[in-house]
């Protein structure tokens, strides 16, 4: 009897951790709709890349991390004002997959509070939207989102970390990966050359087939 009741008990949390919708690696693949996503920063390509989102007229999100907002708080008021969405990456870029402590759950969370509340003292805005670093989505990261009211979301595709990959291939493995709901990762860390010179092209080619370049809230209808 008692262990039925345990069973039900673990039932009755995992339907709670999924009775609404904490995740996202994509949005609907019924709407024309594409999400540009840049991670780790502000950093040394962030200008640049602000520079082509307003050339072009679209909104993008960018998930910050802490450490990399410390020395670059100006850049967070330009990527807000600019009107794009601002997002969590944590603080310190831990891999929770490879952290072994019991102490796992308190770490993630203060990761998670830690930028949240350093993104607060330089923007009026909480950021609702995690991407914990190396797209960590376990049921750990699920439940830490859940207690804390964010929504985590990974990526569809991306590939401009892969430095043995030229300009051309990860211009086109992007370029193959457009369609309904996708989501881009990019990185805005460093200067990102490739993506930079190939950024003005890519966003042309997704317009010309008719999908619209929006943020993460817009894709995945958030209010
Ligand atoms: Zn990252």
Request: hydrophobic share 40%; with cysteine; aromatic share 12%.
């Amino acid at each position: 009897m008692k262990k039925i009741f345990l069973i039900l008990c673990c039932l009755h949390f995992v339907s709670f951790l999924y009775a609404s919708n904490v995740f996202y690696a994509n949005g609907e693949s019924t709407k024309k709709q594409i999400a540009l996503t840049f991670d780790d920063g502000p950093g040394a390509a962030t200008e640049e890349i602000l520079k082509i989102l307003k050339d072009k007229d679209v909104k993008a999100t960018f998930f910050l991390l802490g450490v990399s907002i410390q020395p670059k708080k100006q850049l967070v008021k330009d990527i807000y004002e600019q009107g794009h969405q601002i997002a969590n990456h944590t603080y310190n870029h831990f891999n929770f997959y490879k952290y072994k402590k019991d102490d796992i759950h308190e770490k993630m969370q203060e990761e998670l509070l830690k930028c949240e509340q350093l993104i607060n003292k330089i923007i009026d805005y909480k950021t609702k939207i995690v991407r914990f670093p190396h797209g960590f989505s376990r049921n750990l990261a699920k439940q830490i989102a859940k207690e804390n009211e964010y929504i985590i979301v990974t990526w569809s595709f991306g590939c401009d970390w892969q430095t043995k990959l030229s300009r051309d291939e990860m211009y086109e493995q992007y370029k193959k990966n457009i369609k309904s709901g996708a989501i881009f990762l990019m990185h805005d860390l460093g200067k990102n050359k490739k993506v930079v010179s190939f950024l003005p092209q890519l966003i042309d080619d997704i317009k010309k087939e008719g999908y619209e370049l929006v943020t993460i809230n817009e894709l995945l209808n958030i209010k």
